[in-house]
């Protein structure tokens, strides 16, 4: 959901509602909540999701019957023929603006990408292969199958979420009481977490990144360099922030969503990067393309070959455009490399401080090629990076250029150390960020939540972010 004061005072709402309502009419109204919450968003990606909930269902159970009768054949050729349909719905969505920037359809052509659809379109496509290979059975509830698709704090950007990890939880959620005090200290760490980090950090760096990449030819060295420092930690924050108010808000319900980051700025090396960021996308290409592909099974070439194709297909999830392209192409290029490192036994690149910065230069180094439309536009900026000069006798001119003060400038450092401090210590302490918060003394803990409320009304509502906030992942 967005964060947003409209979307929390529809979750008090909805939350007011479901626990003193029948327990046997709560998985109903959460249904008719996610519609509504998703018809608001825009009636077309309501609807899309509403068509594409009820043909799952269906297909869902056509498997599953397929499969009681032993017809395993028919139900592959059913299974794998839905997959593809999603996956070329997916694309052709994807594929409109490109084709209307390149003069192929014309500017009034309005499909546009339904909100969300990337995600639950993933979801969809792990369900119907979960039935054909008998890891999960049909759902034989067309309510808790619109459910699991629908759930409004999930719906814009995830996490990806398994139908048998979500829809074993309805029935425990059907029961729950509205006490349950360490519940409620989950919610109220993660959304505040949460939002901490998408409406303090991301917003405020975002506005600061967007001026520097839109106005980078004008821009020097110094200047450019932070740009890409800005948007990396930016995408990170804004990301991270909506996941943990996703896993906050879910948790009212006593539903647990998948843990979708882990501190992966932390990590020595690539792999274990991939294993902390967006971690609910890179478990699905694991195990969906990866494995099926053949993983590391088929020798060490074939290994690299692999880990190359999950992520092209990874950069056009994300996007049809040679930006996406090359972003996807790098990290299965830093992935390779960094198998191939660890196959010969080379650990001085992949462990310690030098394996942790070489891991944050080359991620943001690929942040830069995600963050333009083409390829072309990011090596133009990596150009002016690398030969612009750092210009020290104009740095204030320009820090004045994008509007930055020196107050300013002052804030970005602490919030930056702020989130690195957090993050360093969740990382040694091996739990998410939000934990932290959850499990200290009451008296620290009532401390930070005043602290954190305070901070978001200040440097949140009243910061220069406050009126372009938005979600980064929202147009994925």
Known sequence: MIISIASLIFFAVVCLIFFNIRQTLRTRFLVVSGLVYAFLLSPYAGAVVLIVSVLTWLMGMLIGRLHAEDHPHTAAVMTGGSAAAAVLLLLAFKFVHPLQTAGILPEDFRWILPVGFSF???????????????????????????????????????????????????????????????????????????????????????????????????????????????????????????????????????????????????????????????????????????????????????????VLIVFLVCGLWHGIGTGFLVWGLLHGFYSALDSFLDHRNIQKLRQGIPGRLLTFAAVSAAWIFFRFPTARAALRYIRAMLTTGPRFHSFRAEMAAIGMKDQEARLIVFLILVMAVMDITAYRKKCAVPEILRDRHYVIRYTAVLLLMLTMLVFGMYGPAFDSSRLIYMQF
């Not at 922030?241 to 979708?260: E, P, Q, R, W």
């Open 120 to 306: 639950y379109s993933f979801q969809v496509i792990s369900y119907l292969v979960d039935i054909n290979t008998g890891r999960t059975e049909a759902i034989r509830s067309l309510w808790e199958v619109l459910l699991w698709l629908c759930w409004f704090p999930k719906f814009i950007s995830g996490p990806i979420e398994r139908a048998k990890g979500f829809s074993g939880q309805i029935r425990k959620m059907e029961n729950t009481t509205f006490r349950g005090v360490r519940r409620w200290k989950k919610v109220v760490s993660y959304v505040l977490v949460g939002s901490f980090y998408k409406i303090v950090i991301a917003d405020r760096l975002g506005v600061f990144a967007d001026r520097i990449f839109d106005e980078y030819s004008a821009m020097s060295s110094s200047w450019l360099l932070l740009g890409v420092l800005f948007y990396t930690i930016q995408i990170y924050c804004d990301f991270a922030g909506y996941s943990y108010v996703a896993v906050g808000i879910s948790a009212a319900f006593d539903i647990d969503l998948a843990t979708n980051f882990a501190m992966p700025y932390c990590s020595a090396n690539i792999t274990e990067f991939w294993r902390r960021w967006h971690i609910s996308l890179s478990s699905w290409l694991r195990d969906y393309l990866y494995i099926p592909l053949g993983g590391n099974r088929r020798g060490e070439a074939r290994k690299y070959l692999n």
